[in-house]
């Protein structure tokens, strides 16, 4: 499959040495702890949502969606739009709490709602989906591509490569590193994958209706069937907005740039900027994907669709710069879960805070932190090869894992009634009923028994809910033991209007803004 020309090389160079100039410049005024995992709480608004989305639209998104889109149609595109859905809902909920509290790291909201032991617990899950989950099949997803270009590299060492270089500029220049480079990241990515669009359009004559003529009935539908097995309306209803509310208002590696804002301000508007930023995946790779049906028939690993349309339609130059936009996606998804992983370690686990370490014992610390984990991000895909379907790989773990998470935090947001050992046991039986459900669909493939459960989707929204009447059930048997607490949860005053008074700066217009293009994209292909 691989083409590459002259030009193209030179522009993935020219991409590796911009990254590299970027890590060196901000490492020379790296002073402390804050600056490594915070960026001294420094970030505008248009570094945090170029860094939000960039981090976001990993490898694992440009492979995952477009070839979920190629097998089963853009309904896949619904965890992009919903992910626009919740962060304008967050503009009003999750920011303003966690800033207002100066939290470091998420699971530190549970520590002081909970105690020592529920912190460190969802910190031990968040690292696991932050290292297994999100880096590693970044990771793999940027080899099974980047392989079909340079196939005589073997899967081992390209794998090693990718975390390796990711790593030293992220261990170099801390989150500002990351998010500075992220700024780059997005710029690239949306570039090539917009020139990926508009090459496949244009095998259409650039007309919508000779294209989806070519099309299965429903594959430019995001609203499916209840019966349909990649993502019934229940379980978009259910299940996305559950595993979304998750990953963008729990999930450190994506909390942490809103933790690093220069004021209230900046994170709301950041967000706004971010969820307007996630409509665009439905029309440069969902899209594209979906429309691959026709043009490129019969792939038997959808996972190879994005790098078939990369080597069957684009020129020289144009491949090297989406090539370029995958590297970037890899690098802004390993680079963004190093630096949190480190925070959360160092932070969770190590309590530098508590210790009174210094800035330099701080800094060097989180370095090494870095570089072990880099190991994992290296080796871990080797699991992730065996699954099929890298985006199945990712939701799927996710729908079994954090449902617990999300009754808990969710609750303890909003009511202060919630109690430490309710939290803790609604965690424990949570995570044993995912585990179970895993374990137990896991048995019915090798057996090739029926699996008689509900789609994954369904179930997570079950399981929360379920959850939810659990953790509020247990806190009110157990009242005694609930913490004092008046700052750590959400108040009518958290709606307050920022202090730039403009309707053009107000978050209160930007963020029902963004939550009608994206309602209004999902009417659209209904």
């Known amino acids: 499959m691989s083409n590459l020309t002259i030009l193209d090389a030179l522009v993935i160079a020219l991409y590796f040495l911009i990254v590299i100039v970027i890590g060196w410049w901000v490492s020379r005024n790296m002073k402390s702890g804050e600056d490594l995992f915070l960026a001294g709480r420094s970030l505008g608004f248009a570094t945090i949502g170029f860094s939000l989305f960039a981090s976001n639209i990993s490898s694992t998104t440009l492979i995952g969606v477009s070839g979920q889109a190629y097998a089963s149609g853009i309904s896949v595109a619904s965890y992009e739009l919903m992910a626009g859905i919740l962060l304008a809902i967050m503009a009003f909920t999750t920011i303003p709490v966690f800033l207002r509290i100066r939290i470091t790291t998420i699971p530190e ?16 899950v968040t690292l696991f989906l932050t290292v297994f989950v999100d880096m590693a099949a970044s990771v793999y997803a940027g080899v099974v591509v980047l392989q079909a270009f340079f196939p005589a590299i073997p899967f081992v060492p390209m794998c090693i490569a990718l975390a390796a270089f990711a790593g030293l500029y992220t261990a170099a220049g801390g989150l500002r590193a990351v998010v ?29 209706d000779t294209a989806r003529a070519t099309l299965p009935e429903g594959h430019l539908s995001i609203v499916r069937p209840a019966d349909d097995a990649a993502l019934p309306w229940p379980g978009l209803i259910l299940g996305v907005p559950i595993l979304g509310w998750f990953y963008w208002s729990s999930n450190q590696y994506v909390m942490q740039r809103l933790l690093g804002a220069k004021d209230m301000e900046q994170a709301r508007r950041g967000a706004s900027f971010a969820g307007l930023l996630k409509i665009l995946p439905v029309f440069v790779m969902a899209i594209p994907g979906a429309l691959a049906f026709s043009l490129i028939p019969g792939l038997e690993n959808s996972d190879l669709v994005f790098p078939t349309l990369i080597s069957d339609f684009l020129p020289a130059g144009m491949t090297g710069l989406v090539l370029a936009g995958l590297i970037a996606a890899i690098m802004s998804t390993v680079d963004s879960t190093l630096n949190s992983a480190s925070t959360l370690v160092l932070y969770d686990f190590l309590k530098v805070s508590e210790k009174k370490w210094s800035e330099k014992k701080i800094l060097t610390a989180g370095r090494i932190t870095t570089a072990g984990l880099i190991t994992i991000a290296a080796l871990w895909p080797l699991v992730i090869r065996n699954f099929p379907g890298v985006f199945g790989y990712i939701q799927q773990v996710f729908g079994y894992a954090v449902p617990p998470v999300v009754a808990v935090i969710t609750l303890a947001l909003f009511w202060k009634g919630v109690t430490g050992r309710a939290a803790l046991a609604t965690l424990i039986i949570g995570h044993l009923i995912g585990a179970a459900t895993f374990a137990y669909r896991a048995w019915c493939v090798s057996s090739g028994t029926p699996d008689v459960l509900p789609h994954f989707l369904m179930l997570s929204g079950y399981t929360t809910i379920f959850l939810v009447i659990l953790c509020a059930g247990l806190s009110f048997a157990d009242r005694k033991s609930m913490l004092p607490t008046t700052e750590d949860v959400w108040k009518l005053s958290d709606l307050n209007p920022m202090r730039d008074r403009k309707l053009l700066f107000d978050y209160r217009l930007h963020a029902p803004l963004v939550l009608f293009a994206c309602l209004l994209v999902i009417w659209i292909f209904r």
């Open 180 to 208: 500075y480079t992220d700024v780059l990241q997005a710029i690239v990515l949306l570039i090539g994958a917009a020139g990926i669009t508009y090459a496949v359009f244009s095998q259409f004559g650039f007309d919508w």
């Open 109 to 124: 909201f549970f520590g002081r709602r909970f105690g020592p032991v529920a912190q460190k617990y969802f910190s031990g």
